[in-house]
């Protein structure tokens, strides 16, 4: 019989206020402001922010770049007993990626209507087809990821408009 999972949401705000840090810094860089951090046994072990545009590289996203750091972190492809702090819900790229790296738990502030889906475009996470189930939870500081989100866009929208004394309240 399966150890039932004990789940430490203590740190759940902190962790995701280090999230929205590095997503500050990637609005910083001109990249879309997402960031994420993975933490085991309460220490963080990986660190990403959006960076496709910079990078040159489609994948860049806040949750690959977090995986990855923190699997040269511990020099292991799989991070069991992980918890991955995101922004904005995941992609179906980004969701495969956790599934494949094992990560237990996913946390995630705002939804993403168009392309999450952990909720908002299907529930990826929960397809009896997946060898490893991730324990998805939305909604941690959800107004302050999606105030971070819109205020971009909005300085965004205003920089092309000819606005550009706009830009954006995240690079001041």
Do not use: W
């Not at 991955?84 to 495969?96: D, N």
């Amino acid at each position: 019989m399966k150890k039932p999972m004990i789940i430490d949401r203590s740190r759940d705000d902190e962790f995701m206020r280090e999230a929205l840090s590095l997503a500050a810094e990637g609005a910083r860089r001109g990249e879309v402001p997402v960031g994420a951090v993975v933490v085991q046994d309460g220490k963080v072990i990986g660190r990403g922010f959006n960076c496709p545009i910079s990078t040159h590289d489609p994948s860049a996203h806040a949750e690959m770049v977090a995986i990855r750091d923190a699997a040269a972190s511990l020099e292991n492809y799989r991070l069991p007993g992980s918890t991955l702090y995101v922004t904005l819900e995941p992609c179906s790229m980004c969701a495969g990626l956790i599934v494949h790296s094992r990560i237990q738990r996913v946390v995630y502030g705002a939804t993403e209507p168009k392309a999450g889906v952990a909720v908002s475009r299907g529930e990826f996470f929960s397809q009896h087809f997946l060898n490893h189930r991730v324990l998805i939870e939305g909604g941690v500081s959800a107004e302050a990821c999606s105030q971070v989100l819109s205020e971009f866009f909005k300085g965004r929208r205003l920089k092309t408009q000819g606005g550009e004394a706009a830009q954006g309240s995240l690079e001041s």
